[in-house]
């Protein structure tokens, strides 16, 4: 019984080491499309932009991203929010189980001409 039982520590153990060598999930690096959205609730101004088009960076579609409120992170925030009511394309990483995006670029996306 004292050899199982010290098996199973062994194993347990093993498995912990193996579980904490794993590499953390990295962070997705997105394009979005979508109209800037600027709120103040209880003196507290939040930013967020909602996605019409969204893309990896392989160029993939993210569909899972269309029609969600990603709130807008880091040092761009305040370029993001003189861009109210506008459409824009954002590049940067998601965050917190992509409901967030820590944007590194933003630029007002220009109509197409037909």
Known sequence: MKKVLS???????LL???AAAQPAK???KVTVVGKVAVKT???VKSVTI????AK???????ASLVGKALKVTGAKVADVEKL???VVTAT???ADKDTAINVTTVAEKVAEKK
């Open 26 to 28: 990295a962070e997705a």
């Open 84 to 86: 109210a009511d506008k």
């Open 50 to 53: 909602t996605v019409t088009e």
């Open 92 to 94: 940067g990483t998601l």
């Open 16 to 18: 912990s080491l193996g």
């Open 56 to 62: 990896d960076a392989a160029g993939a579609a993210m």
């Open 7 to 13: 098996m199973a520590l062994v194993m347990a153990f």
């Open 41 to 43: 609730e209880n003196n």
